[in-house]
């Protein structure tokens, strides 16, 4: 199955070719490694704020100066200006690829991040620095073409794509996804499971909804109202106001909308929200009639946020604790692989709570590999 990809720019592309640019522009060459730090080979405080000059110049943006002195590496700079805020301030700002590489490793453990209701992974931004430096951390997104095909396309499509970067060269594959990214890795853990066998694949889920959730089956004006208000951060002027009484929306005056409040590139054109709103509105529709079957052979964890009027006494060295899944997920993660946080759904990927979520996920991914391993050794025995 070939899987489409968009006709845009990939983000990590232009930013790494700024640093590389701006690098050698203030040194006079390029690093002999990407791990090589910038104060090692000639940089001092004058050459960072020139370099800083440059970047700014190139990306359009500004670029903060911690960032070089905290990730004075050229990898290291590129990941710190792709997670930051500044960078991608709103959920919508997608890459423009269906496979997308934060940082690569060769073997070992690899994380593959499935995207939420946005379709882009650059929400994961600075979640991929929380994860150990040793792993790989990929991503993948969902182009509308294969949304708009249902989920088992979804599934099929990014698990294809995977197998064709020879993920069987890791030792161990998780696919993890916060919201609908959850239900996302539990799909495509399933279908690239059935491809290279159950041994390797694990799926950790960060609050995955339920079908039923009325938020994923709302009015096109309702998904356009979230899209506007939470996407691109305009408050000033009333979704409504973007679509006509056909149901024509105007991504021309919501671009312009959202350069006023700096979400958007003021160069960007109304194609960069047309391009989010395919994938966010086939995004919207696609848990329609969906039901999540349960895979016993696969590794499933699950975290959610706790219910209203649920109390949580999580262990002294916790912040989540062990309970009972939503009931569309009752039997996916076994009942010993459930775990409640106390916070809201919003904010389980804004600072300080992802740095808790990355924590979580480690020891998850950790309790799933002993177990996989105590499994095979009893088999073998």
Not at 67 to 83: E, K
Not at 282 to 297: E, F, M, Q, R, V
Not at 307 to 331: F, I, K, S, Y
Not at 350 to 367: C, F, S, Y
Request: aromatic share 6%; net charge negative.
């Amino acid at each position: 199955m070939t899987v489409p990809t968009l006709n845009t720019p990939a983000a990590e592309d232009v930013v790494a070719e700024a640093v590389r640019q701006a690098w050698s522009d203030v040194l006079g060459e390029e690093p002999e490694s990407a791990e090589t730090s910038f104060f090692d080979v000639g940089g001092d405080s004058a050459a960072a704020a020139e370099m800083i000059k440059h970047l700014q110049e190139r990306l359009g943006r500004s670029v903060r100066i911690q960032d070089v002195y905290r990730s004075p590496t050229q990898n290291g700079l590129i990941t710190a200006l792709l997670g930051d805020d500044a960078a991608v301030p709103a959920a919508h700002h997608t890459t423009g690829r269906t496979l997308v590489r934060f940082r690569n490793a060769d073997t070992g453990r690899l994380w593959c991040l499935l995207p939420p209701l946005s379709g882009a992974v650059t929400r994961y931004g600075r979640m991929t620095r929380l994860l150990p430096l040793a792993d790989a951390v990929w991503a993948c997104e969902t182009p509308a073409a294969l949304s708009r095909q249902g989920m088992r396309a979804v599934a099929d499509g990014l698990a294809d794509a995977l197998i064709s970067e020879d993920v069987t060269n890791f030792d161990e594959i998780v696919l993890a996804g916060y919201s609908l990214g959850g239900v996302f890795a539990h799909e495509v853990a399933a279908a690239l499971a059935a491809r290279i066998g159950h041994h390797k694949v694990s799926a950790l889920l960060i609050d995955p909804p339920s079908p039923e959730d009325p938020s994923l089956t709302q009015s096109i004006e309702d998904t356009l109202d979230v899209f506007v208000r939470f996407g691109w951060r305009i408050t000033a002027q009333e979704p409504g106001a973007f679509i006509d009484a056909a149901g024509t929306i105007d991504f021309a005056a919501i671009a312009a909308a959202a350069a006023e409040v700096g979400t958007l590139r003021k160069n960007a054109g109304a194609d960069k929200v047309e391009e989010a709103w395919q994938v966010y509105a086939a995004n919207a529709k696609i848990l329609t009639g969906y039901s999540p079957s349960g895979h016993p052979d696969d590794c499933r964890a699950l975290l959610r946020i706790a219910r209203e009027g649920e109390t949580l006494q999580p262990a002294a060295d916790e912040t989540w604790t062990a309970c009972e899944p939503n009931p569309v997920w009752a039997g996916i993660p076994g009942p010993d692989r459930c775990w409640a946080i106390p916070l809201k759904h919003s904010m389980l990927l804004e600072p300080p709570n992802d740095a808790t979520v990355a924590r979580w996920l480690i020891r998850a991914a950790d309790l799933l590999a002993h177990d996989r391993k105590a499994k095979a050794r009893s088999v073998s025995q």
